[in-house]
């Protein structure tokens, strides 16, 4: 059974809908259930087929700020238990459509490449599809051996690639969308911290392939907001001014405007920076 509700715009009154599924329903039924739900004002009852309720299928996904759903999976790199084996580290967990295609090729050389910059900065990557583990290893074997793009070549991949036939792991996190693709997923980028918390998420269609300048700047900015207590504007890099949180009173708001706080410059009450040095940033971000 679903439920919803919408507002009737013409007839100037909110319109709740009881959708009935199953196999077995068929509108001879429909005088049984009219009983029931005339008590209420407005409620419509409709009846559907079971191949309807799935077309209406509802794919959930985890959101900002929410535990990350926890999966043990095969690799490329072993079994993994996440997030319980990733503890302590930012992960980024990334989806891509299918092995053997070019701008997910791209990609994974891309992200290769750059595997020693992120881990730098305490952040592990793994990657997802729904091909099988023989698939992930005879396409990554491939990349080395046969593949160049730009100025990589002979490119090894050696974070984990989750094999993921069932969709198990990627159902979990909302990455199969079926207006897109109902049998790959889409390229999901899931940032989580330390802890095991979502802190941002980014979505890419098929034919799209992702920034990972961006990908990078999105890690080290939330470990400076986290460590400094800060917000970063836009396109924010390492060196540049970042924002004060937001006066939390009349006072401060006061105080601020008339040039009391020591190094916070403002352009009004509310938008108020500061400057933060890269040496400060990269030596709080930064392994060393």
């Given at each position: 059974?679903?439920?919803?509700?919408?507002?009737?715009?013409?007839?100037?009154?909110?319109?709740?809908?009881?959708?009935?599924?199953?196999?077995?329903?068929?509108?001879?039924?429909?005088?049984?259930?009219?009983?029931?739900?005339?008590?209420?004002?407005?409620?419509?009852?409709?009846?559907?087929?079971?191949?309807?309720?799935?077309?209406?299928?509802?794919?959930?996904?985890?959101?900002?700020?929410?535990?990350?759903?926890?999966?043990?999976?095969?690799?490329?790199?072993?079994?993994?238990?996440?997030?319980?084996?990733?503890?302590?580290?930012?992960?980024?967990?990334?989806?891509?459509?299918?092995?053997?295609?070019?701008?997910?090729?791209?990609?994974?050389?891309?992200?290769?490449?750059?595997?020693?910059?992120?881990?730098?900065?305490?952040?592990?990557?793994?990657?997802?599809?729904?091909?099988?583990?023989?698939?992930?290893?005879?396409?990554?074997?491939?990349?080395?051996?046969?593949?160049?793009?730009?100025?990589?070549?002979?490119?090894?991949?050696?974070?984990?690639?989750?094999?993921?036939?069932?969709?198990?792991?990627?159902?979990?996190?909302?990455?199969?969308?079926?207006?897109?693709?109902?049998?790959?997923?889409?390229?999901?980028?899931?940032?989580?911290?330390?802890?095991?918390?979502?802190?941002?998420?980014?979505?890419?269609?098929?034919?799209?392939?992702?920034?990972?300048d961006e990908l990078y700047r999105?890690?080290?900015?939330?470990?400076?907001?986290?460590?400094?207590?800060?917000?970063?504007?836009?396109?924010?890099?390492?060196?540049?001014?970042?924002?004060?949180?937001?006066?939390?009173?009349?006072?401060?708001?006061?105080?601020?405007?008339?040039?009391?706080?020591?190094?916070?410059?403002?352009?009004?009450?509310?938008?108020?920076?500061?400057?933060?040095?890269?040496?400060?940033?990269?030596?709080?971000?930064?392994e060393h």
């Amino acid at each position: 059974m679903i439920v919803s509700r919408y507002a009737d715009q013409e007839h100037q009154k909110t319109v709740s809908n009881i959708m009935f599924c199953g196999p077995s329903l068929d509108y001879l039924t429909l005088p049984l259930l009219n009983p029931l739900c005339n008590c209420i004002t407005g409620l419509q009852v409709v009846l559907t087929t079971k191949y309807d309720c799935m077309e209406q299928e509802v794919i959930s996904m985890p959101r900002i700020g929410d535990k990350a759903p926890a999966f043990k999976a095969i690799t490329t790199q072993g079994e993994i238990n996440f997030p319980a084996d990733y503890n302590g580290s930012w992960v980024i967990l990334f989806s891509h459509p299918a092995d053997f295609t070019p701008v997910c090729t791209s990609e994974f050389m891309t992200f290769a490449t750059l595997e020693k910059q992120f881990n730098k900065a305490n952040c592990k990557l793994i990657g997802l599809s729904v091909d099988g583990l023989y698939s992930h290893i005879a396409w990554l074997r491939t990349i080395k051996d046969k593949i160049k793009y730009r100025d990589m070549k002979n490119v090894e991949v050696t974070f984990p690639l989750i094999e993921d036939i069932t969709m198990t792991v990627a159902r979990k996190y909302g990455m199969i969308m079926p207006g897109e693709s109902s049998t790959k997923a889409v390229r999901a980028v899931f940032v989580i911290d330390p802890h095991g918390m979502i802190r941002a998420i980014i979505y890419y269609p098929l034919s799209l392939g992702r920034n990972f300048d961006e990908l990078y700047r999105v890690v080290v900015a939330l470990q400076a907001a986290d460590a400094f207590k800060v917000a970063t504007p836009a396109d924010w890099r390492p060196g540049d001014d970042v924002i004060v949180p937001t006066a939390g009173s009349c006072g401060v708001a006061k105080d601020r405007m008339a040039g009391k706080e020591e190094g916070v410059e403002c352009e009004d009450w509310f938008f108020c920076t500061k400057k933060l040095p890269k040496e400060k940033v990269l030596d709080a971000v930064l392994e060393h």
